[in-house]
């Protein structure tokens, strides 16, 4: 079984790859610690099984996932995160996830979740499925996000404390583009000032509060 991970957490990165090496039949094919390298590698390898954070430097873990289902539609995504947050969960779901799994759980349950999720199977944490079921019973629901990928993108960007010009510079765009993208995303959420573009940004799972 093919397997990427992406974390921006050396450490849990390492640590993550020497738990599934050790693992029969598992075979980690790349690492990535920022959500664009993480979509290019699993682009590039089209792995059976891509693990990823929420947080992410450069795109996050939800955003990731919904570019899964158009460069490797066949690759299913577990999320390994410290969100225990309904709207996070119910976003997840959203994006078609078959796997949520918090970090603080026992090693044994990301490796569940992978061999669930390699069944075709959802998993969750079982601190998560409760709130699944809650959502489920309360018809909790997360707003629709009204952002195109580019503009969820320079948001974060934004939310991470980097000037327009840095954000042309990082997604290799015009400086004009760049505050196109700006004015359009703060008019569609009719947000006008960077404190509350960072609060949205935290509220979707962009950056951690």
Do not use: W
């Not at 990301?110 to 998560?128: C, D, N, Q, V």
């Not at 018809?139 to 327009?164: F, H, M, S, Y």
């Amino acid at each position: 079984m093919r397997i990427v991970i992406v974390d921006d957490h050396l450490i849990l990165l390492q640590g993550i790859r020497k738990l599934l090496e050790a693992e029969p039949g598992f075979q980690v094919v790349g690492e990535a610690c920022d959500g664009v390298e993480g979509v290019e590698l699993i682009k590039r390898f089209k792995p059976d099984i891509a693990i990823t954070d929420i947080t992410l430097p450069g795109l996050n873990g939800l955003d990731i996932a919904r570019a899964v289902a158009n460069v490797s539609p066949r690759t299913r995504v577990i999320l390994l995160t410290m969100h225990k947050e309904s709207p996070y969960v119910i976003e997840a779901l959203n994006t078609g996830v078959h796997g949520y799994v918090i970090k603080t759980e026992a090693g044994a349950d990301l490796l569940r979740a992978i061999k669930e999720a390699a069944r075709g199977r959802m998993y969750f944490s079982p601190g998560i499925s409760q709130i699944v079921v809650d959502a489920y019973r309360n018809k909790d629901t997360l707003e629709a996000d009204p952002l195109t990928a580019r503009e969820r993108e320079v948001l974060q960007l934004i939310a991470e404390g980097n000037k327009t010009k840095q954000v042309a510079a990082n997604l290799g765009i015009s400086l004009k583009t760049a505050e196109s993208h700006r004015t359009h995303l703060m008019k569609k959420l009719d947000i006008h000032d960077t404190a509350g573009l960072v609060r949205y940004a935290v509220r979707r799972g962009l950056i951690h509060p």
